[in-house]
């Protein structure tokens, strides 16, 4: 069965703290992604990785970085975290040449 | 600029009733479109999808609609159960240069689905 996880379903942090969020995908899928949702604003790409040690800036990259040292995991990282980071993360995989992509269950982040 | 457009940020439907969600896009170089369903406190969960050279594809009480000429697709849902109601999510996968086959999604509809 397919799945998506991620290391914690809500987080509380600090304005200025380092925020990990961890992403592990178990289908040897090539490609993944980290999303964030906002009420209103739909899903929104943050980055993508095509590939180990690969990464692609998506539409709102400013204030994450990305890291992506094996294929089944991805890390998304907020080297100081903002008010206006609050929001809910959700990563995905999928295979290269797929349209699908598979969705963890999401990380409510509130950063105070 | 938003590509995928749902213009209705929700819809309220009565149990065993037809339930029509509606998607908009603006660019023609889209070759294939997907739905999927949010619960709350969940990730999306893929419904169902259509490629661009079909203007109709079924799964049991799902069925997507896609108007090329009118860059509109739609999701029927029939009969509408109360375990419907959640948030759909568009998505459009586009096959451009430039585009690195990444989906682009709409805002949302929120169903709620009354018994």
């Known amino acids: 069965d397919v799945k998506v996880t991620q290391s914690s379903r809500y987080l509380v942090k600090r304005t200025g703290e380092k925020v990990f969020l961890e992403c592990v995908q178990d289908?040897?899928?090539?490609?993944m992604f980290w999303y964030r949702q906002d009420p209103g604003l739909g899903l929104r790409l943050i980055y993508f990785?095509?590939?180990?040690?690969?990464?692609e800036k998506g539409d709102i990259p400013e204030g994450y970085s990305v890291s992506r040292e094996k294929k089944e995991r991805f890390s998304l990282i907020l080297e100081s975290a903002s008010t206006n980071q609050t929001s809910m993360y959700l990563c995905?995989?999928?295979?290269?040449?797929?349209?699908?992509?598979?969705f963890g269950p999401g990380t409510r982040l509130t950063v105070l | 600029d938003q590509q995928v457009k749902q213009n209705s940020p929700s819809l309220s439907v009565q149990e065993g009733r037809i339930s029509i969600l509606n998607c908009d896009y603006t660019n023609s170089m889209f070759d294939y479109f997907l739905w999927y369903k949010k619960y709350p406190a969940e990730g999306p969960t893929f419904l169902i999808s259509?490629?661009?050279?079909?203007d109709k594809n079924e799964d049991g009480r799902f069925t997507v609609f896609l108007n090329k000429s009118a860059k509109h697709l739609s999701l029927h849902i029939v009969p509408s159960q109360p375990g419907d109601s959640a948030v759909y999510f568009c998505a459009a996968r586009g096959n451009y240069g430039g585009s690195q086959g990444n989906l682009i999604f709409g805002k949302g509809t929120k169903l709620s689905v009354k018994p």
């Open positions: 289908m040897d899928h090539e490609n």
């Open positions: 259509i490629s661009s050279i079909k």
């Open positions: 990785s095509y590939d180990v040690k690969m990464k």
């Open positions: 995905a995989s999928s295979f290269v040449l797929r349209n699908e992509q598979f």
